[in-house]
């Protein structure tokens, strides 16, 4: 796994070959960076949270590219430390990882952010709820963008809140664009 840009740019960290999660594909990820260069204004210093953070190369990244805070959220203990041996590396103190399940904290959460990922297990049974979720609680500030991960079967289009599709490879993204509150 490699930072793609930013203050961490070229720094490479060895995936465990036991690791469940797949970090998201070179290629994939840089695509999804380049595309949100157009919704977010990383020189602002978003904030961030990272769900189902798996091997934190997004968490990683965002770091990297400038955020002011990054919330990673993952439930496996493996996953968890590997995250948090990278983060100590990196002394990057605007990184909060959280060990805990993704549903309980959407269900917890009282904070807003600019930018949320999400990259749950393709197979996840709820994974069409995401959305809804994220939306229901009004995690995102207001213009702020939540990107979900999914594979191939998977079509949010039809959401109120959608706002468009990328591909790259067997590696699916929707965008979802919260509305803007103040002078529309």
Do not use: W
């Amino acid at each position: 796994m490699r930072v793609i840009t930013g203050i961490y740019k070229g720094r490479h960290f060895d995936v465990p070959r036991s690791f469940k999660a797949r970090p998201t594909t070179d290629f994939a990820k840089e695509n999804l960076f380049n595309v949100l260069n157009g919704y977010l204004d990383f020189d602002e210093e978003p904030e961030a949270l990272d769900l189902f953070a798996g091997t934190g190369s997004i968490t990683i990244e965002l770091l990297s590219r400038g955020c002011g805070k990054v919330v990673s959220v993952e439930r496996d203990a493996q996953h968890f430390r590997f995250i948090s041996q990278i983060i100590d590396t990196l002394k990057a103190p605007n990184c909060y990882l959280l060990r805990t399940d993704v549903f309980r904290y959407l269900d917890r959460c009282n904070e807003q952010f600019d930018f949320i990922f999400a990259d749950p297990p393709y197979a996840l049974k709820n994974l069409e709820n995401l959305p809804d979720l994220v939306f229901r609680h009004n995690l995102l500030k207001p213009d702020g963008l939540f990107v979900l991960e999914h594979g191939k079967t998977n079509d949010f289009s039809t959401h109120p809140s959608f706002k468009e599709h990328r591909a790259y490879g067997s590696v699916n993204f929707s965008f979802f664009k919260a509305k803007e509150t103040a002078n529309e």
